[in-house]
């Protein structure tokens, strides 16, 4: 079992960034592909950015492709999403999950996620 915490979150300018942090509680974390999902007012979930478990696998959605950054410190159960270039669409409830079953790539279909945060606000807004 595990359990996820996201931070980081908050209020940023156009144009400005943020670093979001999912700390993971539980054994066995590094063998976990995570994935960062958000969900703005009236939209579904949608997948953001995932790494598998051994960090040598990254995918992106398109939206956020050359801005967004994924990377994770298994020394200490914890993923982080740098987020550059922050646009008003931006603006979501970011959540990020873990993905117990191994796969050679991580994917971003959140049926497939087992284990999700509570999620952290981002507002970019002027």
């Known amino acids: 079992q595990l359990q996820l915490v996201e931070s980081g979150g908050g209020l940023v300018q156009p144009g400005g960034s943020l670093r979001l942090s999912c700390a993971v509680s539980?054994?066995?974390?590094?063998?976990?592909?995570i994935a960062w999902f958000r969900q703005a007012p009236g939209k579904e979930r949608e997948g953001v950015s995932c790494?598998?478990?051994?960090?040598?696998?990254?995918n992106y959605a398109d939206s956020v492709k050359g801005r967004f950054t994924i990377s994770r410190d298994d020394a200490k159960n914890a993923v982080y999403l740098q987020m550059n270039s922050l646009r008003p669409e931006d603006t979501a409830v970011y959540y990020c999950a873990a993905d117990k079953d191994l796969r050679a790539t991580c994917t971003m279909m959140k049926s497939e996620y087992d284990y999700w945060g509570q999620g952290t606000q981002v507002t970019v807004s002027s």
């Open positions: 790494v598998n478990s051994w960090g040598g696998s990254t």
């Open positions: 539980g054994f066995r974390f590094r063998y976990y592909d």
